[in-house]
């Protein structure tokens, strides 16, 4: 089953205005593809045809839903074509509201419109359909152009995944991590086995509770402390910290998040490095800041921290639960710890890593 939402996987360029606009069809994507009539049969549903930046929690409610009805009615796989920009907020959130999944869901976008020369379009596509008709992986992840080559593409964990480049076709990384597997049209090579496999039963559970007054702080230098004083206000329950570093902000900010956690305000810290854990011990200045009220994160993503408080603050406002959930992970949105090559290996752009996976693969 293929839904699309939008996104320049499903766009061309409109020549008069230099615009991309949404164009393509899922179905027409089909079309246009016939590569994809070899791997199976495929079904689309055009549920929205949005640029990524407008989707929200409306579209991510419909979408879970709608790839648990597909589950329960049998479905072998699903592919979700996304605008790239915001896929891995999207991945995210699918991964907390549709649970222990049987099948894989394959998220998949493209940086070029498909009537482009370089266009990914075809060749991402390709790739994830493979990976949710044939591949063992049965979780949320997102399917893109791995480094540079147009030889394979990348799986990416839905917790752990993230757009890092503007305009590169090789946008996405496994942050803190190694990607789950790699994949060409003709073959699938699991770079790991610590994911869940395909099952045959049908079932899966979807819980799509949603809380909007959250919000991400993005931490700078003065920041000032009104900022936090006027998100309690406007009646946020929950706030996600992009700290600087090792999870820090300034001291000035501290009695407003001190105001605000006793306000019933849940925050939690985690780090605009990206790479990298919370770590609020190892400077008197953490060890503050947590004791105001502020949760570490571990190395979970920003994003998915805030997907992740969204989620949990739909359905509780119980602090002690509200951590519960949010240091509990589902899929590993945090990990026990960062392998010694997932900073670079597998998905750089440069000649010694693609010289080691050529090595890997022969
Ligand atoms: N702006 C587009 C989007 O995210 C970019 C893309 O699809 O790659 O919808």
New binding site residues.
Partial sequence: MLFGT????A?RLDYRTGA?IPAFSPGELYGSVPELANLCNLRTEKLYG????NMGPEQYIKLAQRIGEEIANGVDGIVVG??????HHTAAILTFMVQNPPVPIVMV???RSSDRPSSDAALNLINAVKAAAEGDIAEVVVCMFGPTSDEYCLLHRGTRVRKMHSSYRSTFRTISDVPLAMVSPTQITPLRTDYRRRRKDHNVTINTAFEEKVTILYYYPNMLPDIVDAMVEKGYRGIVIAGTGLGHVNKPLYPALERAAKAGVHIYMTVQTLWGYVQMYVYETGREIMGLGVVPAANMLPEVAYMKLCWALGQTDDPEEVKRIMLTPVSDETTLREPYNGYLIYQGAIPEVQEFIRSIRR
Avoid: A, K, N, P
């Fill in positions: 939008g996104g320049t996987i766009s991309v949005v640029f990524s930046e996304h605008g790239t920009d915001t896929m976008g493209s940086q």
